[in-house]
């Protein structure tokens, strides 16, 4: 049995509702924010995605900032919610007294805390978010992020580089397992380099149109 690539299209559209919070239950060093953020703006676009890093005094901020989310139908993410622990009783009370139009999400990241409350925990759609064990998982997830979408037009040079790049991306994510033997120090190899290496290769790409690129 292979586990299904995590797709946030498919837990937005058909595993998530406006009533319960999404909880991104993330590793040290992992981080959903910037491909949550990246989707946000397909879908509903920036003006309507909200983050907010937890832990600094901005409890209140977070809470007016949901309330107003809740009736525009928007998206609200709270990260390193592990930080506030004590704060979060009050958070799961205020959104329970919420009638949110039904676009709206609640996105929560936090690492395991034994003093997370139990009745967040519960009526949370719950999300472990790391990377995938094995070359071949990582590579299957790796590679739908930089896929272009169906109604975009991409030659088979564009969709080679972005399997290469996706390889690469997943063998060094691999490679972590091993450090710090080869290694000078710790490094996440996110989903932020992921893009980053797909621009340069885009931009590579258009400066070579036309012709077969010599790299």
């Given at each position: 049995?292979?586990?299904?690539?995590?797709?946030?299209?498919?837990?937005?559209?058909?595993e998530?509702?406006?009533?319960?919070?999404?909880?991104?239950?993330i590793?040290?060093?992992?981080?959903?924010?910037?491909?949550?953020?990246?989707?946000?703006?397909?879908?509903?676009?920036?003006?309507g995605?909200?983050?907010?890093?937890?832990?600094?005094?901005?409890?209140?901020?977070?809470?007016?900032?949901?309330?107003?989310?809740?009736?525009?139908g928007?998206?609200?993410?709270?990260?390193?919610?592990?930080?506030?622990?004590?704060?979060?009783?009050?958070?799961?009370?205020?959104?329970?007294?919420?009638?949110p139009e039904?676009?709206?999400?609640?996105?929560?990241?936090?690492?395991?805390?034994?003093?997370?409350?139990?009745?967040?925990?519960q009526?949370?759609?719950?999300?472990t978010?790391e990377t995938?064990?094995?070359?071949?998982?990582?590579?299957q997830?790796?590679?739908?992020?930089?896929?272009?979408?169906t109604?975009?037009?991409?030659?088979?040079?564009?969709?080679?580089?972005?399997?290469?790049?996706?390889?690469?991306?997943?063998?060094?994510?691999?490679r972590?397992?091993?450090?710090?033997?080869?290694?000078?120090?710790y490094?996440?190899?996110?989903?932020?380099?992921?893009?980053?290496?797909?621009?340069?290769?885009?931009?590579l790409?258009?400066?070579?149109q036309g012709?077969?690129?010599?790299?």
């Amino acid at each position: 049995m292979q586990a299904v690539p995590f797709n946030l299209q498919n837990l937005y559209a058909h595993e998530s509702n406006s009533a319960e919070p999404v909880l991104f239950i993330i590793s040290p060093g992992s981080d959903p924010s910037a491909e949550l953020q990246e989707f946000a703006e397909q879908e509903i676009g920036r003006q309507g995605f909200h983050e907010i890093a937890m832990g600094g005094g901005t409890n209140e901020t977070a809470i007016e900032t949901i309330k107003q989310a809740a009736i525009k139908g928007e998206w609200v993410c709270l990260k390193n919610l592990h930080l506030v622990t004590p704060w979060l009783s009050i958070l799961e009370k205020e959104f329970k007294m919420l009638t949110p139009e039904k676009n709206f999400r609640l996105w929560l990241t936090s690492e395991p805390h034994v003093k997370f409350p139990s009745i967040l925990l519960q009526s949370s759609q719950k999300i472990t978010y790391e990377t995938p064990p094995g070359v071949r998982n990582n590579l299957q997830r790796t590679f739908q992020y930089v896929t272009p979408s169906t109604n975009e037009n991409c030659d088979q040079t564009k969709m080679q580089i972005l399997f290469m790049l996706s390889w690469f991306h997943s063998l060094i994510q691999e490679r972590r397992k091993f450090i710090p033997q080869g290694w000078v120090k710790y490094y996440e190899f996110s989903y932020g380099d992921l893009k980053a290496g797909e621009m340069i290769l885009s931009g590579l790409l258009k400066e070579t149109q036309g012709r077969t690129p010599s790299w």
